[in-house]
Nanobody
Framework: VQLQASGGGLVQPGGSLRLSCQAS????????MAWYRQAPGKQRELVAV???????HYADSVKGRFTISRDNPKSTGYLQMNSLKPEDTAVYYC??????????????WGQGTLVTVSS
């Protein structure tokens, strides 16, 4: 299983970015998909997750600003990030959990994409 994350970059506070995560496998439809992030000196944290039925859940710190979505025919997940803040600066990772949310502790990691929010 290969996950290709993209879309990171440098953005000013208040700006937007959209991250993409494309999976190489047909099991995407039957998998939960999540985004995590890891800021310098901090532990990796769950940002958002979407289950196989499309229900989404978010960390409190990003609610109302970030939107996770999925395009099953394209085996691709997205994280739309709006109203970005400097504290959103981190390496963002996508994760695929075949079988659904209950398997999120396992699953497959993509490589990270760096998001830097700075003026």
């Amino acid at each position: 299983v290969q996950l290709q994350a993209s879309g990171g970059g440098l953005v000013q506070p208040g700006g937007s970015l959209r991250l993409s995560c494309q999976a190489s496998v047909s099991i995407f439809t039957d998998s939960a998909m999540a985004w995590y992030r890891q800021a310098p000196g901090k532990q990796r944290e769950l940002v958002a997750v979407v289950d196989t039925g499309g229900s989404a859940h978010y960390a409190d710190s990003v609610k109302g600003r970030f939107t996770i979505s999925r395009d099953n025919p394209k085996s691709t997940g997205y994280l739309q990030m709006n109203s970005l803040k400097p504290e959103d600066t981190a390496v963002y990772y996508c994760k695929l959990a075949p079988g659904g949310l209950i398997y999120l502790a396992g699953g497959y990691w993509g490589q990270g994409t760096l998001v830097t929010v700075s003026s």
